[in-house]
C-alpha cells in the first residue's frame, strides 16, 4: 500500500535492520532528482540563452547601429542567463603601447548594484592590473569561467569589490582582432556554467563581433564614397559614367 501511494521503500517494525540501507537508497533517490532538476534548469538556460542570441542578431540586422538595440539586448541576455550583470567591455592601447579596457554597455538585474560608473572599470590596464592571465585566455578565444574564491588573488579584490560570486566572459572577436569581452556576473549564489551554457554565450559574443564588423564595413565605405564622390564633383575635367545601357549613372558638375 505505501509503494502505491508513492513512497519508494518502506520498513516493518520487525525488520529495523533495513534502516540504514533504506536511508542510504532514499538518499540515492534524492541525489538523483536532484541532479535531474539541475540538468533540466541548465538545459532551458541554455536555450533561452539561444533564444536572446537569435533575438540580438534579429534586433542588429534591423538596426543602422548596433549600439542602438544593445541595452535590450543586453537585458534579453541576462534575464535568460539569470544572471546578475551583463556588460561589454571594449579594448584599446594608449600611447605607450599597453593593452588597456573600458566598461561601455551595462544591465544589472533589479537589486544588484550597477557597476557602469565605476571608475577603476574605465581604461584598466590588464595586464599590469593582474588580469593577465585574462590577455592570455581571452587572445586565445578562450573563455574565463568560474567561482570567485578560485580565481587568482591578483584578481579576487576588484571582483568581489563589484559583490562577484561567479562569472564567465566571453571574448568578442572583430575581423580576427580581440575587440572586448561580454561578461556575466552572478551575484547572489555561485553558479556552476555548463558546457551547453557557456556554448551559448560564446555564441553571443560572435553575434556582437559580427554586428560591430558590419558596422565598420558601413562606415569605411561610406567614407570611400565620400572621398571618391569629392574628388569627382571636384575635378578640373568633364566626367561622365554611362551604364551598358546607354543612360548617364554620374556627370560631373565641372
Not at 38 to 58: H, K, N, P, W, Y
Request: glycine share 8%; with cysteine; proline share 4%.
Amino acid at each position: 500500500e505505501c509503494i502505491k501511494q508513492g513512497a519508494a521503500d518502506y520498513l516493518m517494525k520487525d525488520r529495523l535492520t533495513r534502516l540504514g540501507p533504506a536511508v542510504v537508497h532514499a538518499l540515492q533517490e534524492k541525489e538523483l532528482r536532484d541532479e535531474k532538476r539541475r540538468a533540466d534548469q541548465m538545459l532551458r538556460r541554455r536555450e533561452a540563452i539561444l533564444e536572446a542570441v537569435s533575438f540580438a542578431a534579429g534586433r542588429f540586422l534591423q538596426a543602422t547601429s548596433w549600439e542602438q538595440n544593445i541595452q535590450e539586448v543586453l537585458e534579453r541576455l541576462g534575464r535568460a542567463a539569470a544572471a546578475s550583470r551583463v556588460y561589454i567591455f571594449e579594448n584599446f592601447t594608449d600611447a605607450e603601447g599597453a593593452l588597456l579596457t573600458s566598461q561601455r554597455y551595462e544591465w544589472a538585474a533589479p537589486g544588484v548594484t550597477p557597476q557602469i560608473d565605476n571608475p577603476d572599470l574605465q581604461n584598466f590596464p590588464l595586464q599590469a592590473g593582474g588580469f593577465g592571465r585574462w590577455v592570455e585566455l581571452m587572445s586565445r578565444a578562450e573563455p574565463v569561467c568560474g567561482h570567485l574564491r578560485d580565481f587568482p588573488e591578483s584578481e579576487r579584490e576588484i571582483l568581489a569589490a563589484q559583490g562577484i560570486k561567479s562569472l564567465v566572459v566571453a571574448p568578442i572577436f572583430v575581423a580576427q582582432e580581440w575587440w572586448g569581452f561580454i561578461g556575466f556576473d552572478e551575484c547572489l549564489a555561485e553558479h556552476e556554467w555548463s558546457a551547453g551554457e557557456g556554448e551559448a554565450l560564446k555564441a553571443a559574443a560572435g553575434i556582437l563581433g559580427a554586428a560591430i564588423q558590419r558596422r565598420r564595413a558601413e562606415e569605411s565605405l561610406r567614407h570611400s564614397e565620400f572621398r571618391f564622390r569629392t574628388v569627382a564633383d571636384f575635378t578640373y575635367g568633364w566626367e561622365f559614367w554611362m551604364a551598358l545601357e546607354g543612360h548617364f549613372v554620374y556627370v560631373s558638375p565641372s
